[in-house]
């Protein structure tokens, strides 16, 4: 199996918005209900890490990352958005995919990579610890989905290559 990196772009956005629904749907994914449009998407986005991977030509995952501020001190700062079509977990593309986007975050300046995953979601907190982050706390009953609360896993990575170490 090959997995080709490209970026995300509104070209094949409506490829990323399928996989997203996916997650969507799981229920333990997003607190998000409904696909954003890609300008929505695309301005909540940092322009330059958003990965596509594709098993000849479809889309099977996806990844970007999100500012955690506009404040210039929280530059080096963002927020990981991970995942693989259902019909493709468990086959690395989730850890292509994240050591695709670290290195490509530290090109870009990026010394944090945070993530808050559900406490269900225990492959993506897996996926996560695997490539190096690691739980500094948790948002308890900090959303709700279907009149159920949930609780979020704080991650957090810091780069060895740029920022404090």
């Not at 098993?55 to 970007?64: D, F, L, M, Q, R």
Request: charged share 20%; hydrophobic share 40%.
């Amino acid at each position: 199996m090959k997995v080709k990196i490209k970026h995300i772009t509104s070209n094949n956005w409506h490829h990323v918005a399928k996989i997203y629904k996916l997650g969507i749907e799981t229920g333990m994914a997003t607190f998000e209900t409904e696909i954003p449009s890609w300008e929505q998407w695309n301005l909540s986005h940092l322009e330059s890490c958003r990965i596509a991977a594709y098993i000849e030509n479809e889309i099977v995952g996806w990844t970007a990352l999100s500012p955690v501020s506009k404040r210039s001190v929280y530059k080096g700062v963002a927020e990981v958005s991970v995942y693989v079509d259902i019909n493709h977990v468990n086959r690395g593309i989730g850890t292509q995919l994240l050591e695709t986007l670290i290195s490509q975050s530290e090109k870009q300046g990026v010394w944090t990579l945070q993530a808050s995953i559900f406490r269900e979601n225990e492959a993506s907190i897996q996926l996560h610890k695997k490539a190096g982050f690691r739980v500094i706390g948790y948002k308890e009953k900090i959303g709700k989905i279907n009149n159920v609360w949930f609780d979020n896993i704080l991650l957090e990575r810091r780069s060895n290559i740029i920022g404090i170490n």
